[in-house]
């Protein structure tokens, strides 16, 4: 098959290409220089000969859209259905990245699927239009929703950590909230796994197995990096205020990929320890 990445060149994008390659598949990997999503007549240029489109293009700087959110709306919205709509009349498979921000946050219990939109910050908001728009367009497509993620491509919590540490006597991080951290190259093998299966579209949800806290996974990081976890102490969200409010639950379920007979990824802790070599090789 033809694949064209869009936002190919970010941390979820580079694993893509690594993937896709490994595969023997053909693909264009697109910046923002060479397709800006909020231009229709570029987006339709650049998928006309694609069989799968993956859509990583998004603003995804949380706190600078409590500010600018007319500027990520027109990437995460109006970019998302310019990109549906095209892949629409082309006849192309689109594969739409989203986040856990669309989510209420709150509860105890993964999310589902299905759960309604319940956005708390600008950027949820955004991401939730866009996602809306790519299902109206673009029935077919699948829309991934994923959290926390980690990769070898991009700054991350992962590499941020293990700065710190270099740095810092002792660290604090939030304990109060939870999530699921995830390899962008685990999420990559399984959007290919996803599109290969030929399963319906629909949301389906893009995260590691398991759940823990932004504490707990930092004490984990250090652990495996032959650190003293007891070096990260815990603070509560309000201890630590941020213009955006994140999400206290960001689990989210698998059920889709279940239902699906998709594999999902593995343990979130698992993962980590298969990929802190990769993701800090070279810092």
Known sequence: MRWVLLGGHGMLGQDLQSVLAQAGEH????????????????????????????????????????????????????????????????????VHVSTDYVMPGDGDQPWPEDAPQAPASAYGR??????????????????????????????????????????????????????????????????????????????????SSGSTSWHRFAQEIFTLSGLEARRVAP?????????????ANSVLGHDAFDSNGIEPIGPWNERLAAALPVVTRGT
Request: overall charge negative.
């Open 27 to 94: 693909f264009w990997a697109l910046g923002s220089a060479d397709c800006d999503i909020r231009v229709p007549g570029a987006v339709t240029h650049a998928v006309r000969d694609a069989d799968v489109v993956v859509n990583c293009a998004a603003w995804t700087a949380v706190d600078k859209a409590e500010e600018h959110e007319g500027e990520a709306f027109m990437i995460n919205a109006v970019g998302a259905h310019n990109v549906a709509v095209a892949c629409a009349a082309a006849g192309v498979r689109l």
């Open 126 to 207: 955004t991401k939730a239009a866009g996602e809306w728009a790519v299902r109206q367009a673009s029935p077919d497509a699948y829309v991934v929703r994923t959290a926390w993620l980690y990769g070898a491509g991009g700054g991350n919590f992962v590499k941020t950590m293990l700065r710190l540490a270099g740095e810092r006597d002792t660290l604090t991080v939030v304990a109060d909230q939870v999530g699921q951290p995830t390899w962008t190259r685990d999420l990559a093998e399984l959007i290919v796994r996803l599109v290969n299966s030929g399963a319906p579209g629909g949301y389906y949800h893009g995260t």
């Open 235 to 247: 603070i509560t969200t309000d201890q630590f205020p941020v213009p955006a409010p994140r999400p």
